[in-house]
């Protein structure tokens, strides 16, 4: 064998062992990157769980009062609730009053309430926004129903509009003070839109923000 096919072989040999080498590292760094980003993407997710699992807890003590006037504030409701996470600690700050149910009329088994209660939702939310919620029944002391009445004593209108009937009367709530703006016509002996000349019977009803609805019975006089 000459010379220049020894050197050839010898060259092609030792370029070939190179690329193997570099091809392996590439190898290896290629799967050493792979393992290191998939342990992050696991440990990231792990402790994303972690904390998750450690949502804040809403406990109520001995000064929460169940029985209020209808003249409680949201603050009020705060006052005996209590909030705690394990990494932030006392979060009782934080809670709020996310929402004061309609009044609740009948229990779950379907008997009649015979207090007016509702169900007050509280929140709460930790820094890893996990978020808590938990409800509490109040009981009103001193509650009455809507009431709706007549502005004078023989209500009479001029033009021959609903609107000018729902202005004969007024609506007054414990909660919401005047709610004269939410009075509906349940009925009306009328025909059409415009009323006709003469006594009409009518039935007007209001609901309060609690879900109340009460009726009235009355009468309008529609004078030309």
Do not use: Q
């Amino acid at each position: 064998m000459s010379d220049f096919k020894r050197k050839f072989i010898a060259n092609f040999i030792e370029f070939t062992t190179f690329f193997r080498l570099v091809v392996v590292r590439k190898v290896i760094f290629t799967a050493v990157f792979i393992a290191v980003a998939v342990f992050g993407v696991f440990y990231y997710n792990r402790m994303k769980i972690l904390r998750h699992v450690n949502p804040p807890v809403i406990t109520f003590s001995e000064k929460y009062e169940t029985d209020v006037s209808v003249k409680v504030t949201k603050m009020e409701l705060l006052n005996g609730v209590k909030a705690t996470d394990v990494e932030d600690g006392d979060i009782t700050l934080d809670v709020i009053v996310e929402n004061i149910s309609d009044i609740i009329w009948k229990n779950e088994d379907g008997r009649k309430i015979k207090d007016i209660e509702r169900d007050v939702t509280y929140v709460v939310c930790d820094s890893d926004n996990n978020v808590t919620k938990a409800k509490k029944r109040i009981r009103y002391t001193d509650y009455k129903s809507p009431v709706i009445a007549p502005l004078e004593k023989v209500p009479t209108i001029k033009e021959r509009r609903y609107s000018s009937v729902l202005a004969c009367f007024k609506a007054t709530d414990v909660i919401d003070g005047d709610i004269s703006e939410w009075l509906k016509i349940e009925s009306l002996d009328s025909g059409s839109d415009n009323l006709k000349k003469g006594i009409f019977p009518v039935v007007l009803s209001v609901t309060n923000s609690c879900g109340d609805k009460v009726y009235y019975n009355s009468v309008v006089t529609l004078m030309e």
